[in-house]
């Protein structure tokens, strides 16, 4: 269900039924998005208090989002970005045997949310990955973005703060992929046929990441990103109307398993 490499036919027809699932409620799921969005930013950006940026306002909208999009209930949707390895667990091993585990883990989970899930097939396989990577790198991209704005203006109004048009961040710097041929990288011998781990997070030091690095190019290009810069536009603009002045308070991020890059929980304040 989940191959390190995609590659020929066989992907290009995997991209297509992809493609198809998106655009068939994607309508739908963005008049779901943007009702519970407005809901939500009324309730808490519009009164003073506190709130968590991650559980209370972007978990909640992507998983009204996806749940739509999928015909899934929302409650297949796991609250929790709880790490399918660790940094001391890469440490200890090869690159290739910890991508091997990564990757049974997530058949096996993959395995399990099939089981909660109406459908036939390989839709019912697309819908378990929506389900446990879309859904998780949506939840961490936005979330990485909000943070990011709202820290590096803290205790300014929102409707002060530079809100860019597109995405500029992620939630998952790093590709696994399996060599084509021989190489030298530095003073590391790499064979075609290793399993190699490409580290992107180099682009989180640019002033400003293009959108296509972001979402990829090519054969590999990113197929939900009109969904995802849509949803982007949609929350940029509501927040900019909010005249609450917002104040980071405590984050916690995910435990580093070379998957997600993430906050599990971002306390804000908000001063209306």
């Known amino acids: ?50 709130f968590d940026l991650v559980a209370d306002l972007v978990r909640p909208l992507a998983k009204r989002l996806f749940a739509t999009l999928t015909e899934v209930p929302e409650d297949c949707f796991s609250d929790s970005l709880a790490s399918n390895g660790c940094f001391s667990q890469m440490l200890s091993t090869s690159v290739g045997t910890f991508s091997r585990q990564r990757l049974q883990a997530t058949n096996n989970r993959v395995a399990e949310v099939c089981a909660q899930i109406n459908g036939e097939g390989r839709e019912k396989l697309i819908k378990a990955s929506i389900i446990l990577g879309v859904y998780q790198s949506f939840t961490g991209a936005f979330a990485n973005a909000l943070l990011c704005i709202i820290a590096r203006g803290q205790g300014r109004p929102l409707q002060s703060l530079p809100f ?69 536009t949609l929350l940029a603009a509501a927040l900019r109307h909010q005249p609450g002045a917002v104040t980071v308070t405590d984050v916690a991020f995910r435990d580093l398993d070379y998957t997600l890059v993430t906050p599990v929980r971002a306390l804000v304040r908000v001063r209306a």
């Open 1 to 50: 269900a989940s191959p390190l490499s995609h590659d020929g036919a066989a992907h290009q027809e995997l991209r297509r039924d992809f493609a198809r699932l998106i655009l068939r409620n994607t309508d739908a799921a963005l008049r779901a998005y943007q009702a519970l969005l407005a809901e939500l930013a009324s309730a808490h950006f519009s009164h003073s208090g506190s």
């Open 164 to 232: 860019p048009e597109t995405l500029t961040t992620s939630a998952i710097p790093f590709a696994d992929r399996i060599c084509r041929t021989d190489i030298t990288i530095g003073r590391t011998r790499v064979k075609a046929g290793d399993i190699v781990m490409a580290y992107l997070g180099s682009f989180d030091t640019l002033t400003e990441v293009p959108a296509p690095l972001l979402f990829g190019t090519g054969a590999h290009a990113c197929i939900g990103r009109p969904l995802a810069e849509r949803c982007w």
